[in-house]
């Protein structure tokens, strides 16, 4: 099935259970009330949400509406917990290339990860406000899973079972703000500003034999304005898979129901298919021709994600965002 939340004045929103065509909804306060609530009470809760989205696709279901993306928040509007991984190291081991360094053979053993700014996570057509061009704005197209309740210390195999739901992501970064932060030697913060997902989060069964358990075999489509900026498969080169991922989250904690672990950069060891990022695409400039040529976002700038199914139909709609100047302090 597939869920949203439609942006009603709260802060959690009203969940909504969204058609196949992403083309209607119905809101299901008799069921759940937020997804937060969903994903807390799965057990009881997802055959019921399942009846709702059959009648939807069979045009029987009461009370629907025609489904407004811009008037939708993040599937999960704030998170107890955001964490984004590093799961594709062919881009780790690019990025890290074009400024005179390697990979540390520990990477390969065990996944990055950051804690990321969940309070406040953007609709997939929310503007990304920003003081300066500066700080490098740059956009990062991922995959992303959510979860019910994870108790600490479980395996992979086992995190396998707490996949609830899969989402697109925009991991805003600010490149030139990255440096300064990891010099310190305490990770990213100012440098990881907005995420943004897609209109939809959906159940893993939604993606057919292009979900495996572990990883999503599609590729994700990338554009920057008019301009693609790449199609690589987010099923390749994902050195850590999601279950390895949430294992990893829970190996000192448990993770609470509705907690979103995030891929990290989608990137493949095939340059020709392109890239999720501008930072990748400047580190292959810099490796080739010695500095890179392509600028960062600026405002005005809109960023577009989407992956679509083997009928060429979106899956979870598209993220489609400009980047705006603000003049702080910038209004919760």
Request: charged share 20%; net charge negative; proline share 6%.
């Amino acid at each position: 099935m597939k869920l949203a939340t439609l942006k009603n004045g709260r802060r959690d929103g009203q969940l909504l259970v969204v058609s196949r065509d992403l083309r209607t909804a119905v809101a299901v306060p008799d069921i759940a009330s937020t997804m937060q609530q969903a994903l807390e009470e799965w057990p009881t809760k997802h055959r019921a949400l399942d009846e709702v989205y059959r009648a939807l696709n069979a045009g029987i279901a009461t009370e629907a509406f025609a489904l407004d993306v811009a008037r939708l928040a993040a599937p999960l509007p704030r998170a107890y917990q955001w964490a984004d991984g590093s799961a594709y190291l062919v881009h780790s081991e690019l990025v890290r290339k074009a400024r005179g360094a390697e990979l540390t053979p520990e990477l390969w053993q065990d996944p990055l990860m950051y804690q990321g700014c969940g309070d406040s996570l953007l609709g997939a057509r929310d503007d990304v406000a920003l003081e300066s061009t500066n700080w490098g704005i740059d956009l990062e197209g991922e995959v992303a899973v959510f979860t019910d309740d994870v108790p600490m210390g479980v395996s992979p195999q086992q995190a396998k079972g707490h996949i609830r739901l899969i989402a697109l992501v925009n991991d805003v970064s600010l490149r030139g703000l990255v440096p300064s932060e990891l010099a310190k030697g305490f990770g990213f913060f100012q440098s990881k500003p907005w995420t943004a997902f897609s209109p939809v989060a959906v159940t893993p069964d939604e993606l057919g034999d292009a979900w495996d358990g572990q990883r999503v075999h599609l590729p994700l489509t990338v554009h920057v304005n008019d301009d693609l900026l790449g199609r690589p498969d987010a099923g390749v080169d994902m050195v850590f898979d999601f279950p390895q991922l949430i294992a990893h989250a829970a190996k000192t904690r448990p993770l609470g129901a509705g907690t979103i672990i995030g891929s990290g950069t989608v990137s493949n060891g095939d340059r020709s298919v392109g890239s999720a990022c501008l930072a990748e695409k400047r580190a292959l400039e810099t490796v080739r021709d010695g500095k890179p040529c392509t600028p960062f976002l600026k405002f005005g700038d809109r960023m577009t994600i989407d992956m679509f199914d083997r009928n060429g139909n979106s899956i979870f709609g598209a993220i489609s965002q400009r980047v705006v100047a603000y003049a702080p302090p910038l209004p919760v």
